[in-house]
């Protein structure tokens, strides 16, 4: 049995990475790559608390999660392929509209 | 049947409003209606009440009539309430008559004007807080009333407000006025302080019940004294009285002669237990108001404005009341009231009348021998001058002479009254010769008219002279409710009726043939200022002119009104002015409004460095959205 | 042997997160995520979740990721697009991340003094399915409901453009 403290730590460090990865890169995929990571780290989380509590009731949220970041995936998908239609660009730089 | 007094001053202000809101579409015949029916009203319902107080008990006075609790304020407290009593009767009686008359002439008088609405709207406002003030029970109350007829003074003075004199006029009035009234203000603060009420029953109370010591009473009876020469045209702050001849003739008759300027006398009249409690305090009035007699009627002598000989007079009768109320006789101080109301207001009709007659015409140097064009308004205009000189059987007569008798009474007491006397007597010979001066060049000897005037020379309407003439049986038979003591203590009915309001005063004695010989005296007098005046404007016309020459700077001094206007203005007014200029342009302009400013212009500075956040980069927002969360973390955790 | 495969599959996983910062291709990037995807559902399945590990390669690895290569290469940005070049941002990202893990940790050590049963917890889909049906019922028709917006919105944003 492996305690649960690796899995949270490992969450946790999973869930930074990918909020710095948000920060880092410029393209607007690869952004909204790292929000899935972040919801990943979440996930694992999830499953690792249902597991120390003895209920499935976690991995049913998860599965629910995953459900809903299938969603988001493809609506933002949808709008990023219209702002490149757009601008012809995915540099995050670029999307300066709401400036001041 | 008195129970109905409280409804006299609302009328009038019942009239104020409706011609107020409506005056505009209403005919002018119905405003001049309506105007002078609810005087009249409040005339009938005055006389009323004052018959009605006649067969009440002495112990019922006054009778009060609290009609709301106005201010409260802890232990402070006013209240709208009004009360009457023979004092409040004789004051509501003259405002509301001789207020009606006047305004049955003004519908003659202001017949062409274009602001005829709006003046009768205003004399009936005015009549309605000159009733607040006569008919209030408590000092603040009255001072409603006070600042109301300082209002309407300004108003109508200032009526034809596009001439610049007349707007300056009214200007001046009001801050005249209101310089006095701090003095006012401050003496009714004293009495709150000491005695905690400013109900006049609850004041006597105070009083005779020694709460006051006489060094307070002093400065309280002074300060009150204060507000009364600016309300009343009295050394120092007459200046505005004469200027105020800029308005209608009709508002200088009710206003500045019959009403407003009575107040200050009626205010000391009210508080007469102070002043009988100060003698330093009783005595001042006397002196301001004998050396203000004598000084007003120099001014008389050499002025060529006819309206502007009659505001001097006024000063200077107005002088005499102060003198009978200085000296104790509270009564004859009123009684001068009275009378002086009936000829005052004769006079300035009659003036109005000519100079109606004249087209405007007001340098006597332009008139003279007018007495047979103008058949009605020469006699009236007599029997007012004589009435004013104190010729005996006119009522002026019978009222000055109460002053002087009393005054000389006094004298036995200190020689300051005999004074006093003295000044009134010597003021008593001016009038009658700045009086008949006026009459003997207006009417008499040779006609100095311009020729277009003459040309449209007519008497006036009817109902014009008609007020004339009534007021004209006033001002002879007036007097006859007051006889001297002399005659009979019995037919002093005016004395009588006061007496209940008249507190404490002692009584002083002179022998019958003392009485008799000042009664004498007054009569020379006056013939004595007649003949001087007959003398000098018909017999030898020349005489007046040679002595201006032979003593140039006398008469220059009379003629410039010793130049006290001149002298206020530059020790006063000027340094004011600049006072408040400099303030202005350091203070007002730069603190000031360098805040309000200064405030918007870093609200917008704010806003632009604000606005560097907004940079419309996902980014950037997540970016501060993490270091929230960090910081928020950090705060929970530690 | 747990624990072996255990940090075998969170090595590799945090290895892809790192390799997907570190390149600038998007394609990579996408790859190395489904590697990301894949091990994570290793690690759900060594935490007794074989259902959920499933559904993870399925529709996370599968069609997500399928979902994003199409997009990229329908992008098809010849040059990568390199990483953030602002100086301040790379020097303050590695200082935010440790700061965050560290406040993260702190935040949620009261978690590690968990008991662990031992007991093995039934999440076959027979038991997730009756949950989903009873318990769970409202809110997976929600989610349906959800599903289908998602896909007519989706739908609806790219054909705006083809009408004119």
Partial sequence: ?100 | ?638 | MGYFLFFLLAALTVGAVLGMIISKNQAYNAIFLILAFACMGGLFALLEAPFIAVVQIIIYAGAIMVLFIFVIMMINVRSGIPAEKKKWIIYLSPVLAVVLIIELILSIKGAFTLPVSTAIIKAGPTDLGRLLFTKYLYHFEITSILIIAALVGAIVLIKKKEKE
């Avoid at chain 1, 948000?22 to 919801?39: A, P």
């Avoid at chain 1, 459900?67 to 493809?74: F, L, M, P, R, S």
């Avoid at chain 2, 005339?43 to 009440?49: D, L, T």
């Avoid at chain 2, 006013?78 to 049955?104: E, K, Y």
């Fill in chain 2, 1 to 638: 049947m008195t129970e109905i007094f409280w409804l006299i001053p609302f009328i009038p202000a019942a009239s104020t409003l409706i011609l107020a809101v409506f005056g505009k579409k209403l005919p002018k015949k119905y405003v001049s209606f309506q105007a002078c029916l609810a005087v009249f009203a409040s005339f009938v319902i005055s006389a009323i009440s004052a018959v009605g107080l006649l067969q009440t008990a002495h112990g019922n006075y006054p009778l009060v009539k609290n009609l709301f609790s106005w201010i409260q304020a802890g232990s402070f407290q006013v209240n709208l309430s009004l009360m009457f009593d023979p004092l409040s009767a004789v004051m509501a009686l003259v405002v509301s008559g001789v207020g009606f008359i006047i305004h049955v002439y003004s519908i003659g008088y202001m017949a062409d004007d274009e602001g005829y609405t709006r003046y009768f709207t205003y004399l009936n406002l005015f009549t309605f807080s000159m009733l607040i003030l006569v008919m209030a029970s408590n000092l603040i109350l009255m001072f409603v009333g006070w600042e109301g007829v300082g209002l309407c003074s300004y108003l109508l003075i200032g009526f034809w407000f596009e001439k610049h004199s007349a707007a300056n006029a009214g200007k001046k009035a009001f801050i005249v006025n209101r310089i006095g009234d701090t003095g006012f203000l401050l003496g009714i603060l004293f009495i709150f302080i000491h005695i905690g009420s400013g109900e006049f029953t609850a004041i006597n109370e105070a009083i005779s019940g020694g709460a006051i010591s006489v060094g307070l009473a002093t400065l309280i009876a002074i300060l009150l004294f204060v507000g009364a020469t600016g309300k009343s045209a009295q050394i120092p702050l007459y200046v505005w009285l004469p200027d105020a001849m800029e308005g209608p003739t009709p508002v200088s008759a009710l206003i500045h002669a019959a009403t407003m300027v009575t107040a200050g006398v009626y205010m000391v009249c009210r508080m007469n237990l102070l002043y009988t409690l100060s003698e330093t305090a009783a005595q001042v009035v006397a002196l301001v108001g004998a050396i203000t007699a004598v000084y007003a009627a120099t001014m008389a002598l050499t002025q060529n404005d006819i309206k502007r000989v009659l505001a001097y007079s006024t000063i200077s009768q107005i002088g005499y009341m102060f003198i009978g109320c200085g000296v104790g006789a509270y009564a004859a101080g009123m009684f001068h009231l009275y009378t002086h109301a009936f000829f005052k207001s004769l006079l300035f009709l009659a003036a109005g009348s000519v100079m109606h007659a004249l087209s405007g015409e007001i340098n006597m140097k332009k008139m003279g021998g007018l007495r047979k064009y103008l058949p009605l308004t020469y006699p009236t205009f007599l029997i007012g001058a004589i009435a004013i000189a104190g010729v005996p059987f006119f009522s002026g007569f019978f009222s000055k002479d109460a002053i002087l008798t009393r005054a000389f009474a006094q004298g036995q007491y200190s020689a300051f009254y005999y004074f006093i006397w003295g000044l009134g007597i010597m003021g008593a010979v001016l009038t009658a010769l700045y009086m008949f001066r006026l009459i003997f060049l207006t009417f008499h000897g040779e006609e100095r008219l311009d020729p277009e005037v003459k040309k449209h020379i007519h008497e006036s309407p009817k109902i014009m002279t008609i007020p004339l003439v009534i007021l004209a049986f006033f001002s002879v038979g007036a007097g006859y409710i007051g006889l001297p003591v002399v005659l009979g203590e019995k037919l002093n009915f005016f004395g009588k009726f006061l007496e209940p309001v008249i507190k404490e005063v002692q009584e002083v004695h002179l022998s019958i043939q003392t009485e008799w010989m000042l009664i004498a005296i007054a009569a020379v007098v006056a013939f004595l200022g007649i003949f001087i005046a007959y003398v000098f404007y018909i017999r030898s016309p020349l005489i007046p002119r040679n002595l201006a020459t032979r003593f140039p700077t006398i008469y220059k001094l009379m003629f410039n009104k010793y130049y006290m206007d001149e002298i206020y203005n530059a020790v006063f007014v000027k340094p004011t002015i600049k006072g408040s200029e400099i303030i202005y342009d350091n203070f007002d302009l730069k603190v000031i409004d360098g805040a309000v400013n200064g405030a918007a212009t870093a609200t917008g500075f704010a806003g632009k460095i604000l606005s560097y956040f907004q940079s419309g980069l996902i980014k950037d927002y997540a970016l501060i959205f993490l270091l929230g969360v960090i910081i928020f973390l950090a705060y929970l955790l530690f």
């Fill in chain 1, 1 to 100: 049995m492996i305690p649960p403290n690796y899995f949270l730590i490992l969450s946790v460090v999973l869930f930074v990475l990918g909020a710095i990865a948000f920060f880092i890169k410029r393209d607007l995929i690869t952004m909204f790559m790292s929000i899935e990571i972040m919801l990943n780290a979440a996930n694992l989380a999830f499953i690792t608390f249902a597991r120390s509590a003895n209920s499935p009731d976690g991995q049913i949220i998860v599965f629910f999660i995953i459900t809903v970041a299938a969603a988001e995936a493809a609506v933002g998908l949808a709008i990023i392929l219209l702002i490149f239609r757009q601008k012809k660009t995915i540099k995050s730089e670029d999307m300066k509209l709401m400036k001041g």
